[in-house]
């Protein structure tokens, strides 16, 4: 089924580790997003990409980067993981032009201790 | 810049009630309307959506209208079931100088009560 993969599904990280989070997709979208939810509710945008090659910041992106090397991977690195990062994190892609609807991955739980 | 407010929530109903859920942008040009659905331990996936005004989006008894003149795109729905608890996202795509950033709603918790 064509979508996005999102890896490891949860995990438990120590503070001053460093982490990826993978995130693959199949469907040939230029646009790729990494967003972070607190609390349930309120996405806020880390990193994004609007093609292969290219990466932008959001709105929270300190602590983390990115890389787009080709369509389908967009990875997130945390370099040195802090306690205010536990989150849930969301990869997401769309076609990229502005009617195009985001597909969202299944999230990864992450829990810094 | 371009935003999204939607109403707060929670918000508790007693299954089979009308449902609607506030939503107003602001944006420049004409941007495209999005409504999305997450249910718990979910990602979030497309509820509907609308690219033009005057445009109804509509799906599994949801249904929304993108209206220019007062800039909002409330969800609405007849008879909500306790399946529809989740938590809803309005969401706007903007034009080519937001480089077609999708801007989000904080999110409006619904619980239905049996």
């Known amino acids: 089924i064509a979508g996005i993969t999102q890896a490891p599904t949860s995990q438990i990280l120590a503070a001053g580790r460093r982490m990826t989070l993978r995130c693959t997709q199949d469907?040939?979208?230029?646009?790729m997003y990494w967003y972070r939810q607190d609390l349930g509710l309120g996405l806020r945008l880390i990193h994004y990409?609007?093609?292969?090659?290219?990466?932008g910041k959001g709105e929270v992106p300190d602590g983390y980067s990115v890389s787009r090397a080709n369509t389908d991977d967009f990875p997130l690195t945390l370099a040195s993981a802090v306690p205010s990062q536990t989150s849930v994190y969301f990869c997401?892609?769309?076609?990229?032009?502005?009617?195009?609807?985001?597909?969202f991955g299944q999230g990864t739980r992450l829990t810094v201790v | 810049g371009d935003s999204v407010t939607q109403m707060e929530g929670p918000v508790t109903l007693s299954e089979e009630a009308f449902l609607t859920i506030n939503c107003t942008y602001t944006?420049?040009?004409?941007?495209?309307l999005f409504w999305y659905v997450q249910y718990p331990g979910e990602g979030l996936q497309l509820l509907l959506k609308?690219?033009?005004a005057d445009d109804k989006g509509s799906n599994k008894g949801f249904e929304a209208t993108y209206r220019k003149e007062t800039t909002s795109f409330h969800l609405e729905k007849g008879s909500v079931q306790v399946s529809d608890s989740a938590v809803y996202f309005c969401?706007?795509?903007?034009?080519?100088?937001?480089?077609?950033?999708?801007?989000w709603g904080a999110g409006t918790k619904l619980i239905i009560k049996p």
């Open positions: 969401a706007l795509s903007g034009q080519r100088d937001s480089n077609y950033q999708l801007i």
């Open positions: 990409s609007n093609t292969a090659g290219t990466t």
């Open positions: 997401a892609s769309r076609q990229g032009v502005s009617n195009t609807e985001a597909f």
């Open positions: 609308a690219t033009k």
């Open positions: 944006a420049t040009g004409y941007p495209s």
């Open positions: 469907m040939r979208h230029n646009a």
